[in-house]
């Protein structure tokens, strides 16, 4: 595990300021994804327990989004660049370094998780550990977002990502894992990016019991 998260985190800190910049307007191009996180942001609301983490959160564009939708929200994520870059552009809100199965947070504290593409370059059998990490720190009623690149096929495919390898997934199979780990989905988006590559941008929305 360490050996691909060295990697990533190397290849993320090399990139900063170009992948800041593509973000630069949050997600005002990106429909889909922006009204799917504002469902998020309210069904936590409801739960009465405001704190979320944003763990892969990279410049922190969208931990902002969570805390202008009225949540108590901190970004995490394994590159220190992103880090510095996130606390520059946000200073009010907290950003930390963490990697995503060791979680620097209690059991059961958070009201909800949100994964944005942040573990599209975690290797497939790996994937249910960081899911069962992100379940620890759930409290009962909470609520992951987890957003990927789908893929119709069996399996999931490793392909070439702009910044390092990643993998695509299938959505079904996906939602295998999370009930694996003890969540329960109960919304699914799927949406044909027009990408060149042709994955289908996913969204599943999952609750701790």
């Not at 190397?10 to 910049?21: E, F, K, P, R, T």
């Not at 892969?56 to 220190?80: K, Q, R, W």
């Not at 495919?157 to 295998?176: G, M, N």
């Not at 949406?191 to 060149?196: R, T, V």
Request: with cysteine; proline share 7%; charged share 20%.
């Amino acid at each position: 595990m360490l050996g691909h998260q060295d990697e990533t985190r190397a290849a993320y800190n090399g990139v900063v300021d170009l992948y800041a910049s593509m973000f630069a307007n949050g997600l005002e191009t990106h429909p889909f994804a922006r009204n799917m996180i504002g469902t998020f942001a309210e069904l936590v609301r409801g739960t009465g327990n405001l704190r979320v983490a944003d763990v892969g959160c990279g410049p922190g564009h969208v931990t902002a989004m969570l805390h202008d939708l009225g949540l108590d929200a901190f970004g995490l994520d394994l590159s220190p660049a992103m880090v510095a870059h996130a606390r520059r552009a946000h200073p009010a809100l907290r950003f930390d370094e963490a990697r995503m199965e060791a979680l620097p947070v209690e059991d059961g504290a958070l009201g909800g998780v949100l994964s944005h593409y942040s573990m599209i370059h975690t290797p497939p059998g790996e994937l249910p550990a960081l899911l069962a990490e992100q379940v620890r720190a759930l409290a009962p009623g909470g609520l992951l977002l987890v957003s990927f690149f789908g893929t119709e096929g069996p399996e999931p495919v490793r392909f070439d990502h702009k910044v390092t390898p990643a993998y695509s997934w299938p959505a079904e199979q996906f939602a295998e894992l999370l009930a694996g780990a003890g969540l329960v989905t109960f919304a699914r988006l799927l949406h044909d990016p027009a990408s060149e590559r042709g994955f289908l941008d996913t969204h599943l929305l999952a609750r701790r019991p």
